[in-house]
Structure formats: C-alpha cells, structure tokens
C-alpha cells in the first residue's frame, strides 16, 4: 500500500501543467537572412536576423557600408507584434506585425507604424565570414551609433 502511495505521489510530480509557446515566438526563433523588403534590395543590402529562444537577437547588417554592422540587443513577442530593444538602450524603429509562413521557411516583418513597409526573411545560417568580419556597434565609435539600424 505504501508503495502504490509513493508511485502515485511521484506520478503526480510529473503532471504539473505546462506553460503555453506562443507559436509567433516560437516560429521566430532562429537565422534569417532578408530576401525582400517593401523599400527595394540591391546587391549592396543584406541583413541576418538571429533570434534566440533567451529572447536575445544579433542583425547583422551591410545597409549604409560596404562591411557588416553588428548588434544585439533582447526582443519580445507578444501575441503577433515583435519589437525589441538593442543593448545601448536605443528602442527598435518599429514594432512589427510578424507572419509566420506556411512551410516555416519564412517571416514577414510589417512595420507597425507604416503597413506599406514590408520586410520578408527567409531561414538561413549566417556564414561564418559575416559573424567574423562584422564590425560591433561599440567597436568603431560614434559612426557606428549614427547608423540607421535595420530594425
């Protein structure tokens, strides 16, 4: 009788309700690369996203340069909208309305401010070359701050 009491107890220690994934947080959790963006892309463009299940992010970004920016910075996910704040403070630019794909493969970005602005990233790694060549934002000074950031 005492043994079925503890196998009892023990199986009722394992049955303590989970908490609820957003499926959006969930979905957003990885590397993407920009493949379109509503204001035009060009060669000279490219942007990596990681987003990291700590809730922290690294964009990677070769916008106004001819080399790849780095910041970090922490995000969240509430409901549909992700926003987020980079490590020296600075707010995001914008919140943004996030769709997952079907397959998965991909993320839409809209700029909550302005539903006209519209960025789709697809799932890929960030080459090695990007993560060692990226200049921090703290590495090169004030240019660096004065950058308009992607996100």
Same mark, same amino acid.
């Given at each position: 009788?005492?043994?079925?009491?503890?196998?009892?107890?023990?199986?009722? !220690?394992?049955?303590?309700?989970?908490?609820?994934?957003?499926?959006?947080?969930?979905?957003?959790?990885?590397? #993407?690369?920009?493949?379109? #963006?509503?204001?035009?892309?060009? $060669?000279?463009?490219?942007?990596?996203? !990681? *987003?990291?299940?700590?809730?922290? *992010?690294?964009?990677?970004?070769?916008?106004?340069?001819? +080399? *790849?920016?780095? +910041?970090?910075?922490? +995000?969240?996910?509430?409901? /549909? !909208?992700?926003?987020?704040?980079?490590?020296?403070?600075?707010? #995001?630019?914008?919140?943004?309305? @996030?769709?997952?794909?079907?397959?998965?493969?991909?993320?839409?970005? @809209? /700029?909550?401010?302005?539903?006209?602005?519209? =960025?789709? *990233?697809?799932?890929?790694? @960030?080459?090695?070359? @990007?993560?060692? =060549?990226? !200049?921090?934002?703290?590495?090169?000074?004030? $240019?660096?701050?004065?950058?308009?950031?992607?996100?």
């Amino acid at each position: 009788m005492a043994i079925m009491a503890a196998l009892c107890i023990m199986a009722s !220690v394992g049955c303590e309700p989970q908490e609820k994934v957003n499926p959006i947080q969930a979905g957003v959790v990885g590397e #993407w690369k920009l493949s379109s #963006w509503s204001d035009g892309m060009s $060669e000279d463009i490219e942007v990596y996203a !990681v *987003f990291n299940n700590d809730m922290t *992010f690294t964009l990677y970004q070769k916008v106004q340069y001819v +080399y *790849f920016v780095k +910041y970090t910075g922490q +995000y969240l996910v509430t409901e /549909n !909208v992700l926003s987020g704040t980079y490590d020296d403070g600075k707010a #995001w630019g914008a919140s943004y309305t @996030v769709t997952l794909g079907a397959d998965g493969q991909t993320i839409e970005l @809209v /700029n909550s401010a302005n539903i006209d602005d519209i =960025s789709i *990233f697809a799932k890929s790694t @960030v080459p090695q070359d @990007v993560i060692d =060549s990226a !200049v921090s934002m703290t590495s090169r000074g004030e $240019e660096i701050y004065m950058l308009d950031r992607f996100l």
